[in-house]
Structures are given as C-alpha cells and as structure tokens.
C-alpha cells in the first residue's frame, strides 16, 4: 500500500513528469543498478549509466540559518569526501572494469540545498520528501525539500551515491523520495540493563543513516531508575544501578540534540502503574509487592507478582502515589520537548496488586481490579495532557484480559495505543475502536527474541529431546526474529484502506535482559534496516510483488557501508555470497 502524506509542488511535479519521460528506470536495464538503503520511491539514471568524479573541492552550498540542517550539511560534507566506501560486490558499476569507459562528465561540484519551509518543527507528521538531481552536464547537484528534515533524508541518498577512491558519483540520476510512514521507530530498554550517551548516540546516527525518525527511550522499569530529576532527585539516587549508571538533565539534553541533529525525534517512556518496582527505592510507601519474589513456589502462573524477576506496582489508592508521579511527569516534560509521551500500562499484574491491604478492601467491598487501574489512569491522563502531550500507551490498556479500562475514558484525540501482541489482529481491534496504532509485533518486530530464556534453575533446558520452547530458540517470543521475517511483514495487512491510515507506523524493540552495550549493534543492525525500508518505501516492487529477493543483495551491500561508518552490523551472509551475486539464493519454493 502507498500512502504518501506529502504533496509535491506544481513545479517539481512538472520536473518529476518531464523526467519519467525521457529517463528510463534504473530497474527496467540489465545494466548496473544504484543501491541505496532504504531503497528510494523513485530512482531514474539515465541509460548510458554515466559516473563523474566528485570534485576535490566539492562544497555543499546551504543558504540557510538552521542550526541542525546547519549540523547536518557540515557532518555529511566530511562523510562524502572521506568515505571512499569501496563497494563489496564485483557488479557494483563502480568496481566493474569490462564494460568500456562511460562519455566524460564534468566532476560534481557542489550540491546546492533548496528548501521550502525551513521553520517546520519535527514533529509527527513533518513532510520528510526530496528531490535530488544530478544532472550529466552540470557540475551542480540539486537537493530540494519541503522542510530540513527532508533535505536531511536527500543528504543520506546523495552520500550513499558516492564510492570508490577517488570518489565517483553516477550522474544523469533522479530521485523523488517521500516516506510511506510517518513513524519509523526503535525503542530501547535502558532499564534492565544500562547504556552510555554514547551508546545511545551511536544508535541514533545508525537510525538517520536509515531514514528512521523516532528514538522511543523505554528509560525506567522495575530493574532500575536511571533519569536523575531535579524535583524527585531520590529515584535514581536510590532506584539506578549507581552513579555511574544515571542519566543527567545535561545527558538528557545532548541526545535530544543530537537527535534533532540527525532527524531523529526522541519520545520518553515512564512505564506506569506496572513496571514500576524502582520507584519503591525511594518511596515504598507508594508501591505494592516491591522486591518480592515474582512467582512464588507452588502458585499458579494466573497468581505471579510480575510478569517476569522484578516486581513492584504503583499504588493508585495511595494519594501521594500521585504528588510523586505528577513530579516525574512535570520534570521529564520539561527535558523532553516532543509532543509525544509514553505513559506504559502493560502488563498490569493482579496478584501485584491483591497483595495490598488498601487494594484488598477495595476488592472486598465489590471493587474490581479494572477500576483500579481507571482511578489511575482518570487521575495521570488528563494531567499529561494538560501539558500538551499525546499519551501513547501499550495495547494493554485496552486489551488485557483482565486488568484493562473502558475506552469512554481515553479519547482518541489524544491518545495513542501501541501493539505487541497477536500481530495483525490486535492492530486491527485498535484501529476499530478509533485510535491511532504504532505497531511493534513480538511476531516480528522484537529484535530480543530467540537468545535463550534469562530465568535461573530452568529444568526445561535439562532434557535429552528438546522442548519446543527450547528448540525454537528457549525464549517466550521465539524464534529469532530474521531481517526477513521484518523485511516481509505487512503492518496493514488485513485493514480496509481507511483503517490503514489510523497505522502511524512501526518499531523494533530491543528489551535489554539480555543485551547490553557489547551486543546493541549487532541486536539491532542490519535487522533494524529491514524494517527501515518496508517502512519508507514498502517491501514490495512496482508489480506488488515482495522485493525480499532483491533487497538481499542491498542490504548485504549496507551493512558493509555501515560497519565502514562505525555501526557494528551483524553479516547476514558470507562475504562470498555478497561477491557472488545470486550464487546464495535458493530457487525451490519453501516447504
């Protein structure tokens, strides 16, 4: 499904049809082809397939007074006169040396940056399309876009058309690029197990380099509090892992610069009611079953405390359960300036809660669990609202079998429900209930699954036949989610074109019980990049037809480039298979 947000101008749209009509498709050639990731919604080179040396001297020219377009032009000026990538496949035009050499063409000088409405603020929603031009008889490139954030995007395709040493730069080349989804996301879990600014950093340049715009920053959970907050300072003091282990209001401020440097949007998440064990380290009172074992012996798995090690539960009977949480709301507004806010409310455990007195009476005196959590959601929604957030919240909210609030009290104007669970089936119950969707399937979109389950004294490993739980890689969402399987999936499969566009678009999420710093590259990327382009230009050809095949050889090509900028990608295949194009592929259909 297409569905472009944008609109191109009377006079670009005039460029873009005298273009389709006197330049064939890279595609429709036998010749060599352009590879950029995430593959443009439009790609013309013109049929002699011409290449240009990059000038010595060539100069991006950025008339603006942007600070980050600013910051933006000055890192990818260095980039593309200091790549020199050298491609790894033998059929890269660039590597190739049977073909004659093409007719001269000037070198590329400059590439000149035209832009529309430079003061669009990054948002959801911002208007993300370009055009690039690099014509065959002029030494001046063109890069035009709506807003920064697109001009950002065309800065990405122009720096990935430039190879080899000295650096070449095919020319008589076209591309309208616009994304499909507004929201292409990754969420990190820096809570169960910690990770440096620089870590975070490197994440988020890894993520423009693939056209993705959202960091959702999963910040706290019941493992630890790590955000240092000027009005409750005790949290992460008590909460963190220690104090080397804490994110700064200064910390905190950096990324989000960064992030806007790079296109790239940074949404926090305080998880509450659930998850909130951390909490009670500074204030128990507030916080029911904390630092109890999570599943006692001889219970059933309906009576657990937590969903996994970790327990602890806000306590939405308790008033200054409130005074505290307006606090960290109130503080974590000020430091984050995206409109969006994530407020949490999965996995709301009952037996958490029943093991409180307060919440027994309640109970007893025919009060249910779900009214609960409607006390607490009836007192912290309106209040983020207020100060002009849109609250996104797991699908749990709503769809939980037993712990859930009536939808009358989460208008969809403001709100937001993310899935996870029971793949396209939940995205649709979502939508037909009116609200907006982000879409982070455990099926497909959970980069943490497959690794082993992380629990202690587990007697399902201690078996001489494999369990299917064991067998399928030992974790509650295996098996391995491969870049295909993220690649192929289609996160509007099954809606009606109208509940399509409730799909803001996607994440991956990477939990970090069983990651850290020494994996976080190799967890996220090229998976990540999967999801990237299915996002940004579709997984599918111009015939409809799944381009998995086809994406096998880019993405190979990508994750090169990226290790080449410092990004620790994992191979999805040999190098011998990438230096012999199509000598990997099977051509039996699966069994």
Avoid at 53 to 62: E, K, N, R, V, Y
Avoid at 63 to 85: C, F, G, N, Q, W
Avoid at 501 to 524: F, H, I, N, Y
């Amino acid at each position: 499904m297409v569905r472009s947000h944008t609109s191109i101008s009377n006079v670009v749209a005039l460029i873009f049809f005298l273009v389709l009509l006197i330049i064939p498709s890279v595609q429709s050639t036998t010749a060599t082809t352009i590879d950029v990731w995430p593959k443009p919604r439009l790609l013309r080179w013109a049929p002699l397939h011409q290449l240009s040396l990059l000038s010595p001297s060539f100069t991006i020219a950025s008339p603006y007074d942007h600070p980050h377009l600013s910051s933006a032009v000055s890192r990818y000026l260095t980039l593309i006169k200091t790549e020199h990538h050298l491609p790894s496949s033998v059929n890269n035009p660039l590597t190739a040396t049977s073909s004659p050499p093409p007719p001269p063409s000037p070198p590329v000088q400059s590439l000149h940056i035209t832009i529309h409405r430079l003061h669009a603020p990054l948002h959801h929603g911002v208007n993300e399309s370009y055009t690039l031009y690099v014509p065959n008889d002029r030494p001046t490139a063109n890069l035009t876009a709506e807003t920064p954030w697109g001009a950002m995007r065309g800065l990405e395709t122009f720096s990935q058309l430039v190879w080899g040493r000295p650096s070449r730069v095919p020319v008589g080349v076209y591309v309208w690029d616009d994304p499909i989804f507004p929201h292409r996301g990754l969420l990190l879990d820096t809570s169960r197990n910690y990770y440096g600014v620089g870590d975070i950093m490197r994440t988020i340049y890894a993520m423009s380099a693939n056209k993705m715009n959202v960091f959702h920053w999963h910040i706290t959970d019941s493992h630890s509090f790590p955000l240092n907050l000027p009005s409750e300072p005790g949290l992460a003091a008590k909460g963190s892992y220690g104090d080397d282990m804490q994110y700064s209001p200064d910390d905190v401020k950096k990324i989000v610069e960064f992030g806007l440097d790079h296109g790239v949007r940074v949404i926090p998440e305080i998880d509450s009611p659930g998850h909130t064990g951390s909490w009670a380290e500074a204030y128990p009172e507030i916080v029911t079953c904390a630092n109890m074992f999570w599943w006692p012996a001889e219970s059933k798995w309906e009576d657990r405390l937590a969903a996994e090690p970790g327990t602890g539960q806000l306590n939405p009977l308790n008033p200054k359960t409130y005074q505290v949480f307006k606090n960290v709301i109130s503080d974590v507004v000020k430091m984050f300036p995206e409109p969006f806010f994530h407020a949490g409310a999965d996995e709301v455990t009952p037996g958490c809660w029943k093991t409180d007195p307060t919440i027994q009476s309640f109970l007893s005196n025919s009060g249910s669990l779900c009214q609960v959590l409607e006390k607490f959601v009836n007192e912290t929604f309106p209040y983020i609202v207020s100060l002009n957030r849109t609250v996104i919240y797991w699908e749990d909210v709503l769809l939980d079998a037993v712990v859930k609030v009536d939808s009358s009290i989460l208008d969809p104007k403001y709100t937001i429900l993310q899935t996870w669970n029971n793949g396209p089936n939940n995205t649709k119950k979502i939508v037909d209930a009116g609200y907006r969707a982000i879409v982070s399937s455990a099926d497909y979109y959970y980069l943490d699954c497959g690794h082993g389950g992380f629990l202690g004294n587990d007697s399902q490993y201690d078996q001489l036949v494999s369990s299917d739980t064991v067998s399928n890689g030992g974790s509650w969402c295996a098996p391995f989610k491969t870049w295909q399987t993220i690649y192929n999936y289609d996160i509007t499969y099954g809606l009606s074109e109208e509940k399509a566009k409730l799909v803001l678009g996607g994440e991956v999420a990477l939990w970090s019980e069983q990651a850290d710093p020494t994996v976080l590259d190799s967890r996220l990327w090229p998976r990540t990049s999967a999801m990237a382009e299915a996002l940004w230009s579709g997984n599918r050809d111009e015939t409809g037809k799944k381009r998995y095949a086809e994406a096998t050889d880019r993405l190979n090509e990508w994750k090169h480039r990226m290790v080449s900028r410092g990004i620790g990608a994992e191979p999805i295949q040999p190098l011998w298979c990438v230096r012999n194009p199509g000598m990997c592929n099977t051509v039996h259909a699966s069994i």
